[in-house]
């Protein structure tokens, strides 16, 4: 049986600088131990509220994290912290998540990571084509925790 994860499909715009999420709240001890190679995995999302759960599901599985609220911070800390993955949404304030792909893809530092893509909204052909080389496309508010976390566990082979 899988949870849904209710990712609201319209986010409302926050701003918030790239950080690294924050220990588990008092009382409850933080996971041993990461269970995903390399670096941490970059959550890219504009919604405090979307960002919450992401970080709930993915540091109650073990992975260490770090957040970006917008595009710029993603570019700046997926170059900075070598994650491993990227979580990345697509309705973003300013630099969006289409801007956010292709300048990963284009530095050399970062072209290699895996990134899934988390929309509120069905994409069209065009899109889906400029998202080319994505691990994975996951529908806000239909996706399922086990949908999510097996995805990630088979793109880093945990």
Do not use: C, W
């Not at 996971?31 to 670096?39: E, F, K, N, V, Y």
């Not at 996706?143 to 880093?156: F, H, K, P, Q, S």
Request: hydrophobic share 40%; aromatic share 2%.
């Amino acid at each position: 049986m899988s949870l849904p994860i209710r990712l609201p499909a319209s986010p409302e715009p926050a701003a918030a600088p790239a950080r690294a999420a924050g220990p588990p709240p008092a009382g409850r001890p933080e996971p041993a131990s990461p269970r995903r190679p390399g670096g941490p995995v970059l959550i890219v999302e504009d919604d405090q509220a979307q960002r919450d759960i992401l970080e709930h599901v993915l540091r109650s599985e073990g992975f260490s994290l770090r957040v970006a609220a917008d595009g710029a911070d993603a570019i700046r800390t997926a170059i900075r912290e070598r994650p491993s993955l990227i979580t990345l949404d697509l309705a973003m304030p300013g630099v969006d998540g289409f801007a956010v792909y292709r300048a990963l893809r284009e530095n050399s530092a970062t072209r290699d990571v895996p990134v899934i893509v988390l929309s509120a909204a069905e994409l069209t052909k065009g899109e889906r084509e400029r998202l080319s080389g994505v691990r994975g496309i996951l529908q806000k508010g239909v996706i399922a925790r086990e949908e999510l976390l097996t995805l990630i566990r088979e793109i880093l082979g945990v």
